[in-house]
């Protein structure tokens, strides 16, 4: 079956730590997301890629990295610049179908900084 | 920009009674409305969904119709279950933001009691 695989589902770093968060998907989909939940806010999008080789900053992309060198893959790295980086991680992609875009999430990964 | 505004929770409910969550939204032009499901630990799932003014989205009983004049999508569904206990998301794509960007409500919990 198709889908989004983001691993790992929980994730413990020290603080001042760099780590990557793992999202695949086997889709085909163009575009893959990054959004970060917290607790009464919702999900904001950190970054987004809409093709191979190109991303965009989202509302919240501070401390944060992504790269896109595969259509199936987009890596998020947490840097330590990001001050608060303890949340609740979703990666998704989408696919455009007669003007209409269907979007399919992850099941999300929980860092934890300590 | 484009945003959504959905009631905060948490909403609490015993079973079998009738369900409201109010979404509002602000697009310069017209968007397609969604409303996600989010199961404890989980990553959201597409519960239904509405492309143009008038369109009524349903699936497992909930229900939401595109309401332009009060730029509204409500969700409701006549029966709650015990199992309908989850975090609730309304959200954006399009209208007159980038097309395949996800825009979210702070999302809504219920929580159903038997």
């Excluded at chain 1, 455009?96 to 900084?113: A, H, I, P, Q, W």
């Excluded at chain 2, 009674?17 to 509002?24: D, H, K, R, S, Y």
Aim: proline content about 4%.
């Amino acid at each position: 079956d198709g889908g989004i695989t983001q691993s790992p589902k929980y994730l413990f770093r020290k603080e001042g730590q760099n780590v990557t968060l793992s999202c695949e998907q086997n889709l085909n989909h163009d575009a893959m997301y990054w959004y970060r939940q917290d607790p009464g806010q919702g999900l904001r999008l950190i970054y987004y890629s809409q093709i191979v080789n190109d991303f965009q900053k989202g509302d919240i992309a501070e401390g944060y990295s992504v790269s896109r060198e595969k259509k199936e893959s987009f890596p998020l790295t947490v840097t330590s610049a990001q001050k608060n980086p303890t949340a609740f991680y979703l990666c998704a992609s989408s696919i455009e179908v007669d003007g209409n875009y269907g979007y399919t999430f992850g099941s999300g990964t929980r860092l934890t900084v300590v | 920009g484009n945003s959504v505004t959905q009631m905060e929770g948490p909403v609490t409910l015993s079973e079998e009674a009738f369900l409201t969550i109010n979404c509002t939204y602000t697009a310069t032009g017209y968007p397609s409305l969604f409303w996600y499901v989010q199961y404890p630990g989980e990553g959201l799932q597409l519960l239904l969904k509405a492309t143009k003014a008038d369109d009524k989205g349903s699936n497992k009983g909930f229900e939401a119709t595109y309401r332009k004049e009060t730029t509204s999508f409500h969700l409701e569904k006549g029966s709650v279950q015990v199992s309908d206990s989850a975090v609730y998301f309304c959200a954006l794509s399009g209208g007159g933001g980038a097309t395949n960007k996800l825009i979210f409500g702070t999302g809504t919990l219920l929580a159903v009691q038997p």
